[in-house]
């Protein structure tokens, strides 16, 4: 009633199993794209951003990571002031800074 062949894997990985390393070549190859697409920019990224925060100067004019435009009046090692608009100064951590505007960019 129930009769259906069954095929066994040969025992030798050299008579036409494939080796281990051929097992985990497309994993392999998985991450290299990964690395290569997503991992390195990335880190590319984060470096050019900290190198961007660590040469903000008083009077650059930046953008914060929530919109807000303004013009640095002081630096700290882990914050920013900001000036957005007469007598208005407010206090931002260094990291939310998204961008340095160029000088010649208008308000």
């Given at each position: ?37 997503l991992i390195r920019p ?38 920013v002031t900001l000036k ?24």
């Amino acid at each position: 009633m129930f009769t259906a062949l069954a095929w066994a894997a040969p025992a030798d990985p050299a008579a036409g199993g494939g080796s281990a390393l051929m097992s985990f070549l497309p994993l392999i190859l998985i991450f290299v794209i990964f690395y290569f697409l997503l991992i390195r920019p990335q880190q590319k990224r984060a470096k050019e951003h900290k190198k961007m925060l660590e040469e903000i100067k008083k009077g650059d004019k930046v953008i914060t990571s929530g919109g807000i435009y303004g013009v640095v009046e002081s630096v700290d090692p882990n914050s920013v002031t900001l000036k957005i608009a007469e007598n208005t100064k407010v206090k931002f951590g260094k990291a939310y800074i998204a961008a340095v505007r160029s000088k010649e960019e208008e308000d």
